[in-house]
């Protein structure tokens, strides 16, 4: 049984240019998570999906960042511009309908922006 | 205020002794949640143990336990018989509230733990 799924594990991108974080949930699971860890802090919660439905996107800035969670493929936390502020470990998590606080976390994606 | 708060950014312990890393908490609310991760170097977040707020036991999964003060609002992680792959970073995490909105886990700044042959 395959666990939360995230590509790619490190992207490194130049400043300005876009950044596009996948997240595959567990089979069975409807509900999406997408929080951030920077350097020597705690993960963040960034934002909520549910299926083609962004729930509660209130941790995520208000430029630059979207995410979306489509009908059919994975989730995408797409960042825009980037810049070396957004240098940070972005961990997708996924839980099955009814239970939202039962989180499953992938391995994370660890984005450099030089 | 910090939701979440853990004193101790690095500990040490000597393999096969057990340690207790502290946690702290601050919510209003009477339903909540508390959690432990364990990240090692690798980086990803292993899920190592949860307690609910109204649970009349200490919650324990194998070496790890939880020590849980609903007066003092902690909720301490307690590994016993140290072992070598301990060694890691480890959050607290809570999540508020009842029904359809428990879902945000709030996160603690983390622990590193050392285990010392």
């Known amino acids: 049984n395959a666990g939360v799924m995230q590509n790619p594990r490190h992207l490194v991108r130049r400043r300005g240019q876009e950044a596009r974080l996948r997240c595959s949930p567990m089979?069975?699971?409807?509900?999406v998570y997408w929080y951030r860890q920077l350097p020597e802090e705690g993960l963040k919660f960034m934002v909520y999906l549910q299926k083609e439905n962004i729930i509660d996107e209130s941790g995520m800035p208000k430029e630059r960042f979207s995410a979306e969670f489509p009908k059919e493929g994975p989730s995408i936390l797409r960042i825009q511009q980037v810049v070396r502020g957004d240098s940070a470990a972005y961990f997708c998590?996924?839980?099955?309908?009814?239970?939202?606080?039962?989180?499953?976390f992938g391995p994370g994606t660890r984005l450099l922006v030089l | 205020a910090q939701k979440i708060t853990q004193t101790q950014p690095g500990m040490f312990v000597q393999e096969k002794e057990a340690v207790t890393l502290d946690c702290t908490y601050d919510t209003s609310d009477p339903s909540y949640g508390l959690f432990w991760y364990k990240q090692p170097s690798s980086g990803e977040m292993i899920f190592l143990i949860y307690?609910?707020?109204?649970?009349?036991q200490n919650a324990t999964e194998g070496r790890y336990s939880l020590n849980f003060q609903k007066a003092r609002k902690s909720a301490n992680l307690v590994i016993s018989a140290s072992q070598l792959g301990d060694s890691a970073m480890y959050f607290c995490?809570?999540?508020?509230?009842?029904?359809?909105?428990?879902?945000?886990?709030?996160f603690g700044k983390g622990t590193l733990l050392t285990v010392n042959p």
């Open positions: 995490a809570m999540r508020e509230g009842s029904g359809g909105s428990n879902y945000k886990l709030t």
């Open positions: 089979k069975g699971h409807s509900h």
């Open positions: 307690q609910g707020s109204y649970d009349q």
């Open positions: 998590a996924s839980s099955p309908h009814g239970l939202e606080w039962t989180q499953y």
